[in-house]
């Protein structure tokens, strides 16, 4: 099997078992075996060994000699893995997964965005603002794919301009769900205009060196969300 043979059919079976244990039709508990993946998806023990230790990394699931591959409790999860997060926001368990991320971002964002202001190169902080003026120009004209990109962008750009590696190291965090919730029809057909203005707050912020103010607008933008993910009878939600 080629390379590529070989990722598409391993990503399958991932993406399969994956969706099993985070929506629940696998619990905690039980048990699996590389024979049976092999049986069931028609692919090579290699494929299936894989997939259990990627599955196994994430602390999906755990292997142990004589008591075989067992799917463990969500206490056990990486929840901060971007592929338990996206098949998680496209569970049952959505909205709890929503609020929790949206929870972790209004701690973090913040915080991150004050620390930008004081520690942003020259570079970082004519970027934030070319990326604030983008996203209006995108949204005032509905293009919501490249609107998300350049969303991404911003947020990631923040989080590593701040200086503190824990906080970049959640950029893959707040890219996956900006993305999972576009890719799950979560987002608007338009951005409201007050989501606009407040990237390019907190991009002026930045850009200007004013870590409190860059802290307040950015607490201003995700307080938003996190008050009214879908505002009654407008059909918008606040971008972020």
Known sequence: MSRAGFENRHDAVLEAIGREITHGDLAPGDTLTLEHIQNRFGVSRTVARETMRILESMGLVTSRR???ITVQDAAAWNVFDPRVIW???????????????????????????????????????TRVVELGARMRGLGERGLLADFLDADVAFHTLLLEASGNEMFA????????????????????????????????????????GQDRRAEDAMRALLGEVREAMVPPDTGQLSLD
């Open 66 to 68: 004589r008591v075989g």
């Open 87 to 125: 098949w998680r926001l496209d569970g049952n368990g959505r909205d709890t997964q929503l609020r929790s991320l949206t929870e972790l971002r209004v701690a973090v964002e913040p915080l991150a965005a004050s620390a930008a202001a004081r520690n942003a190169s020259a570079e970082q902080r």
């Open 169 to 208: 190291a959640l950029a893959d965090v707040v890219a996956a769900v900006l993305r999972g919730r576009t890719q799950l029809g979560l987002m608007p057909r338009q951005p409201v205009p007050e989501a606009l203005d407040a990237h390019e707050n907190v991009a002026r912020a930045v850009a200007a």
